[in-house]
């Protein structure tokens, strides 16, 4: 059976930073690993 794409994307867990391990603030099905701040001090 096929899953409706607006109920899958809804279901995706919540992505974590790979540095400091805070969840992320954005879209679960973008490319980005990193939080903003992690992302500052680099």
Known sequence: MMTNIVQFFRN???KVCT???HEIEEQHE???NTCDS???TK
Do not use: D, F, I, K
């Open 12 to 14: 995706l867990p919540a």
């Open 19 to 21: 540095t400091c391990g």
């Open 30 to 32: 973008c490319y980005s």
């Open 38 to 40: 992690c992302n500052m």
